[in-house]
């Protein structure tokens, strides 16, 4: 009868022993165990950006990359779209469960009456250079926030944790609208809490000298899809920031800055942004196989392609690209899609990326209608950001209450100097010499 275990034989020693598997995996720590003499360390396990290495239990966010399937709390990604709102989904993450309609008007009502920031935050914000890039100017005004709510320090206190887990869900909204007007040298503009959390969004981005500034409903709509598709997806870059600076027991804006300073690079959120200056260079249909080549030959990546997890297809990009169409019927077609499109028919043909299971992700397309809503190629992360904040707290939430959570705190197999006497500046030239002859 099949045991949950496996048998390992150190071949160093001969020895043989037994590791209990639970949940699919085998505890690292078990391996220590295994000892050459009574002064080894023990056997590490070796696995650098944590390819095969489980760092959590999550109860949150489910993926099977090869099937291309993706949940939040069990939910389809595809009903979420369809059916939920952001903040309802941003509920569900954070608490486990879909709202009741009592649940969720509260929960609404509370977000809401947070979306306001103390007005230092708004001169430190006015202070940053006239082209200061608003994914920085975020990261440094969340980490700001940890100052004006000291409070926030008492992770262990339960009532303490949602109050800033609201704060946060309710603010970033404001300071990325603000980051986007201060590129633009436009006014700041206040939250207006008769709105829903997309149409104030919206309302503090775009509202010029109207007294009320109302969004088209299906850009509205598509804005509130793209956050929904963005909200979790369990262990990635900026999750793993998220809880691995949140298990030193800092603050949640200072994680949370943490966690989107990890966003920000070409790699993670920062692609959709590097989408749209590739399509920008690539400049015309005609041009797209010569791209295609550079790829193939390792000079350029194909930004926007490819994933750690996903080896079918990402199924946020299949959604995204239904949600485009919808939003280029309001705003016209953006000349960049036919090299997107192009750019997807030859890579999803061509040998090199089939081989490499390399398909369109979330920020293929993405950035193409945040370009339809008029915001600059800057604002591609930070729009990242705003519905991953509820991700990242749910997981920093998760973790806080883990039993097993202890300091993030890796392993590395030192393969520098052994020790060596220190060399007096005057004589560093002369034992080099001699090193070298
Ligand atoms: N263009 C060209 N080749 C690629 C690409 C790409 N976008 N992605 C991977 N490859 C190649 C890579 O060179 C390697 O080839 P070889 O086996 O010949 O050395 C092979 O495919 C496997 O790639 P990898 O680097 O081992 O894959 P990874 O799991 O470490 O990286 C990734 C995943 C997302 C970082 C990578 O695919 C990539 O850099 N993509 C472009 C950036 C991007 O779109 N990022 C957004 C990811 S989704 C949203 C998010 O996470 O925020």
């Known amino acids: 009868m099949a045991t949950d275990s496996l048998t390992v034989t150190d071949n160093r020693t001969g020895q043989t022993y037994e590791l209990p598997i639970a949940d699919g995996a085998i505890r690292a720590t078990d391996l220590r165990q295994m000892k050459v003499d009574a002064d080894d360390f023990g056997l590490m396990s070796y696995d650098p950006a944590f390819l095969n290495t489980a760092s959590v239990r999550s109860t949150i966010t489910?993926?099977?990359?090869?099937?291309?399937?993706?949940?939040?709390?069990?939910?389809?990604?595809?009903?979420?779209?369809?059916?939920?709102?952001?903040?309802?989904?941003?509920?569900?993450?954070?608490?486990?469960?879909?709202?009741?309609?009592?649940?969720?008007?509260?929960?609404?009502?509370?977000?809401?009456?947070?979306?306001?920031?103390?007005?230092?935050?708004?001169?430190?914000?006015?202070?940053?250079?006239?082209?200061?890039?608003?994914?920085?100017?975020?990261?440094?005004?969340?980490?700001?926030?940890?100052?004006?709510?000291?409070?926030?320090?008492?992770?262990?206190?339960?009532?303490?944790?949602?109050?800033?887990?609201?704060?946060?869900?309710?603010?970033?909204?404001?300071?990325?609208?603000?980051?986007?007007?201060?590129?633009?040298?436009?006014?700041?503009?206040?939250?207006?809490?008769?709105?829903?959390?997309?149409?104030?969004?919206?309302?503090?981005?775009?509202?010029?000298?109207?007294?009320?500034?109302?969004?088209?409903?299906?850009?509205?709509?598509?804005?509130?899809?793209?956050?929904?598709?963005?909200?979790?997806?369990?262990?990635?870059?900026?999750?793993?920031?998220?809880r691995s600076i949140g298990s030193s027991h800092v603050d949640p804006y200072s994680a949370l800055s943490g966690a989107a300073a990890a966003l920000y690079g070409p790699l993670h959120g920062g692609a959709n942004e590097a989408v749209l200056r590739m399509l920008a260079e690539i400049g015309d249909v005609r041009h797209v196989p010569a791209y295609v080549e550079r790829v193939k030959g390792g000079e350029v990546k194909l930004m926007g392609f490819g994933h750690r997890v996903y080896k079918n297809y990402d199924p946020r990009a299949r959604i995204i690209k239904q949600t485009a169409d919808s939003v280029f019927e309001v705003t016209g077609r953006n000349p960049l899609l036919d090299i997107a499109l192009e750019l997807e028919r030859i890579a999803l043909e061509d040998e090199y990326f089939v081989s490499r299971k390399l398909y369109p992700n979330v920020d293929f397309y993405s950035g193409l209608i945040y370009q339809a809503l008029g915001l600059p190629v800057g604002m591609f992360p930070v729009m990242f950001a705003i519905p991953r904040t509820a991700g990242w707290l749910a997981q920093w939430l998760e973790g806080i209450v883990d039993p097993e959570q202890k300091i993030a705190r890796p392993r590395q197999l030192y393969l520098g100097s052994d020790e060596r006497d220190y060399v007096p500046i005057e004589r560093r030239a002369a034992v080099e010499a001699a090193s070298v002859a």
């Open 62 to 242: 489910y993926i099977d990359g090869d099937r291309g399937i993706l949940r939040y709390r069990g939910y389809p990604i595809e009903q979420l779209a369809e059916e939920s709102t952001y903040l309802e989904t941003a509920y569900l993450l954070i608490f486990g469960e879909l709202p009741t309609e009592g649940q969720l008007a509260a929960w609404v009502d509370e977000i809401t009456r947070h979306t306001f920031v103390h007005e230092n935050v708004k001169r430190l914000m006015e202070a940053f250079r006239y082209d200061a890039h608003p994914m920085g100017m975020l990261i440094s005004s969340v980490a700001a926030l940890s100052t004006f709510y000291p409070d926030a320090l008492r992770i262990d206190d339960a009532e303490t944790r949602m109050i800033e887990t609201k704060r946060l869900i309710a603010k970033v909204p404001t300071l990325a609208a603000w980051a986007y007007r201060h590129s633009r040298g436009f006014p700041y503009v206040y939250p207006q809490n008769d709105l829903g959390f997309t149409g104030n969004f919206l309302s503090m981005m775009f509202r010029m000298a109207e007294p009320r500034y109302v969004a088209d409903p299906v850009l509205e709509r598509a804005l509130e899809v793209l956050f929904i598709l963005h909200a979790d997806h369990e262990q990635n870059c900026s999750a793993s920031a998220m």
